[in-house]
């Protein structure tokens, strides 16, 4: 089987939007539930539905695949999980490497949705030397010293960082200049990349402090239908909005102890 050093997905040479190839996930984990309830057809409308888009943007996207349905029949979901499982680059094994294995790496580790779709992880490591060859998801770990060698023997292209801020940037280059290409950050810190090497950013803090700013703007607009004075709502806004920006102070005036990553 091919690994992912020896082939890309054609997305950018064929043209196709950041914002569709974006889409093209969502669209793929609603077709394989369809898949294993043995659906053979699904409308537009219907897959739309059920990937969280409107069925305009569907078959706009679809329409970048080749892929345009069949008039009072919709489309054949056992080829469109294969179409898109192909375009996406996950007909193939790509090899990856967790590197920080404390708590979340460890849960990334153990995450049982890597395998079913296209990636194998090769390998575990941490800068722990307690941790070297303690097993975690039935993967021994390995030490950080390792790193270019494991990477160059198991054609790895495909890096996830979980490790504290602190360490992210140097294990960022490290991976880079050992020849991985993509990356994965859990860390919460912002990573410094040359052209051609691809990054995508998963922090869940600042998930977490946008959906508090949505919940203190439905409290504010609920206290103004209930009479409250506007400047409280204004308020409830205000303070929402620099919850999310980290410009709230402390009782003292002072930063809050913990701040937004």
Known sequence: ????????????SRGIPEATVARLPLYLRALTA????????????????AAGVNSAKLRKDFSYLGSYGTRGVGYDVEYLVYQISRELGLTQDWPVVIVGIGNLGAALANYG?????????????DADPAMAGKPVAGIA????????HIIESNGVSIGVIATPAGAAQQVCER???????????????????????DVRKVDLSIELQILAFHEQRKAGEEASENGAPADRAAAL???AEAA??????G??????????A
């Open 251 to 260: 009782p003292d005036g002072d930063l809050p102890a913990v701040m937004p």
């Open 237 to 239: 806004a205000a303070e």
């Open 141 to 148: 770990v390995q030490h950080t010293d390792e790193l270019e």
């Open 34 to 49: 369809l898949s294993e309830r043995s659906v053979p057809t699904v409308s537009s409308e219907e897959l739309a539905a």
């Open 244 to 249: 999310v920006t980290g410009d709230r102070k």
């Open 175 to 197: 991976l880079v200049a050992a020849g991985v290409t993509s990356i994965l950050n859990f860390a919460p810190t912002v990573l410094t990349v040359p052209d051609g090497v």
């Open 113 to 125: 949705g890597f395998a079913s779709r296209g990636f194998r992880v090769a390998a575990l490591i």
């Open 1 to 12: 089987m091919a690994t992912g050093r020896t082939h890309r997905p054609a997305t950018r």
